[in-house]
């Protein structure tokens, strides 16, 4: 059993110094690590919250990707495909179910169209020039309704492999958003041609 939260928190702090502060992370050694250590400091560790705050969107009533049904680059009956506008790498792709479901309550057929789908968009987004990788992440703490983000890597820009490029993605000033919007429209094709599916919403 996982430790209780008050376990959790104990065991965290017992490896912290007298400003509850961490050492720094293993990762800020790391190579491709956007921050020199020094001068970086750890955040104060603060205790748990009890009960954990609503997420936007737990109230489907109340949920944005809900009501957002016609936004988006490409759309089929059960999925919708957005562009995340204003980021540093070159294209940030959303994928959204189109009825209000978190990942863990899936329904099973709409579980295996994720799979193929999300394959999909990553092979369309590695198609793009000058984009080396496609990185995909579903994290869930702040939307209730399941989102998946696919993050596109600079051909060569070496420093941004990995885990750090969202940090990475949040320094880098916008990207033009008329090359992004370009490229996006190229894998909305792409997908239409390889799934089946719109580039409208309806
Ligand atoms: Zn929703």
């Known amino acids: 059993m996982a430790l209780r939260p008050d376990e959790f ?6 490896a912290t110094d007298d400003e509850r502060r961490l050492p720094l992370a293993r990762m800020t050694g790391w190579d ?16 748990p919250v009890l009960p954990e705050p609503p997420r936007h969107g737990e109230d489907p009533s109340n949920c944005d990707a809900c009501r957002d049904q016609g936004d988006g680059i490409w759309f089929n009956d059960s999925w919708r ?44 987004v590695q198609a ?15 939307g209730a309704h399941l989102h998946i983000w696919f993050f596109a890597r600079p051909e060569g820009q070496a420093q941004l ?13 916008e990207y033009p958003a008329d090359v992004a919007e370009a490229d996006a429209a190229l894998v909305a094709d792409a997908l239409v041609a390889s799934i089946g599916g719109r580039r409208k919403a309806t």
Do not use: K
Request: net charge negative.
């Open 81 to 124: 495909l957005t562009r995340i506008a204003g980021v540093g790498v070159p294209l940030v792709l959303m994928l959204h179910p189109r009825e209000h479901y978190d990942m863990a309550d899936l329904p099973d057929g709409l579980a295996a169209e994720l799979g193929v789908l999300t394959t999909h968009i990553v092979r369309h």
């Open 128 to 142: 793009l020039a000058h984009i080396s990788r496609a990185h995909v992440y579903r994290i869930g703490d702040g």
């Open 9 to 14: 928190y104990d065991h965290a702090l017992a």
């Open 32 to 47: 491709v690590s956007p921050f020199e250590p020094d001068g970086l400091r750890v955040a104060p560790l603060r205790p």
């Open 161 to 173: 492999y990995g885990s750090w490029m969202p940090v990475w993605d949040d320094l880098l000033p």
